[in-house]
């Protein structure tokens, strides 16, 4: 009788242990499902993040070009009028030069 009594225990224990096994694996799928849905969550959210990043940087980038063209422009435009207004007082001098001296 202990003989089949020991058996008995041991199905028990083993059916325990199934059960809990199953348990278990009924567990993992849901708890990896949660984890990878997490770092998929994660890793979105980095590379959103550093997209963002990117592109404000890009956009910091191209409002700092657009100013420094901006200027560049500018300076160009003082520098033809400043060219242009000594052109004028050279042609100026030049005509007065002629007016009072006609041979020249």
């Known amino acids: 009788m202990k003989g089949w009594k020991v058996v008995y225990n041991l199905g028990k224990k083993d059916q325990h242990s199934a059960k809990s096994h199953a348990a278990a694996d009924n567990k993992k ?11 998929r969550e994660f890793a979105s959210s980095e590379l959103l993040e550093g997209l963002l990043n990117k592109m404000s940087l890009s956009a910091e980038k191209r409002r700092s070009n657009y100013l420094q063209l901006k200027a ?27 007016a009072s001296n006609g041979q020249s």
Do not use: G
Request: negative net charge; without cysteine.
């Open 29 to 39: 799928p849901q708890d990896l499902e949660d984890k990878i849905l997490r770092l």
């Open 72 to 98: 560049a422009m500018l300076e160009r435009k003082l520098d033809l009028a400043s060219a242009l207004s000594d052109s004028d007082h050279l042609h100026e001098r030049y005509e007065t030069e002629y």
